[in-house]
């Protein structure tokens, strides 16, 4: 199985600052990865995938990118309603594997 | 607008069978590229895969429970089935359903239906 560490685990960041998570395959997914985020009590929502594209009405705010191995998921200007938790999760092979999350918390 | 909606049991024994469902409209599962998913999330811990089912009626499991796991879909009903065979309180979790696209991206999720295993 396809391995994902995420990076880091927990985040407390202000509004208004850039915050960058980080994900790190086992081994080359070529691109095959994608970022989700959980709202508290929510189900997950599909942010990012193919590393870079944006899902349709995700705010422009978000941005990925990465290749072979290591990918980042980068919020620019962060905003009170991006308190939540973000997966990322390899769809390059069965069976498909999520990181274990960063938790992102305001300061 | 595509909107998913599991049922399930709520509680069930240790050693029992569980059955899910998944309840869909905005799409059909006979059309070509579409497909259903069904993962997991413990309560404060991270997501699992378990398996997925395409409009061709091709099936996908996690090999890490082996052969306890079942999908099948029921087109004409837009509905998706889950069964576990015997459960023990590692199951227990919310258990969500999720359209699935191109290269097994979630992108529209189920609010998902807790199940708790317990004698």
């Known amino acids: 199985d396809i391995q994902m560490t995420q990076s880091p685990a927990s985040l407390s960041a202000s509004l208004g600052e850039t915050v960058t998570i980080e994900c790190l395959a086992s081994?080359?997914?070529?691109?095959?990865l994608a970022w989700y985020q959980q709202k508290p009590g929510k189900s997950p929502q599909l942010l990012i995938y193919?590393?870079?594209s944006l899902n349709d009405g995700v705010p422009s705010r978000f941005s990925g990118s990465g290749s072979g191995t290591q990918y980042s998921l980068k919020i620019n200007s962060l905003q009170s309603e991006d308190v939540s938790i973000y997966f990322c999760q390899q769809n390059y092979d069965s069976p498909y594997t999520f990181g274990a999350g960063t938790k992102l918390e305001l300061k | 607008q595509v909107t998913l909606k599991e049922s399930g049991p709520g509680i069930l024994q240790p050693s029992h069978t569980l059955s899910l469902t998944c309840s869909f409209s905005?799409?059909?599962?006979?059309?070509?590229?579409?497909?259903v998913s069904w993962i997991r999330q413990p309560s404060g811990k991270g997501l699992e895969w378990l398996a997925s089912i395409w409009w061709n009626g091709n099936t996908y499991n996690n090999p890490s429970l082996k052969s306890r796991l079942t999908v099948s879909k029921d087109t004409s009903n837009n509905q998706a089935f889950l069964k576990v065979t015997s459960v023990d309180t590692a199951d227990t979790a919310t258990y969500y359903c999720?359209?699935?696209?191109?290269?097994?991206?979630?992108?529209?999720w189920g609010q998902g239906v807790m199940v708790t295993v317990s004698s």
């Open positions: 905005g799409f059909s599962l006979s059309t070509y590229g579409m497909g």
């Open positions: 193919y590393a870079n």
């Open positions: 081994e080359d997914i070529y691109s095959n």
């Open positions: 999720a359209h699935t696209r191109g290269t097994t991206l979630f992108d529209y």
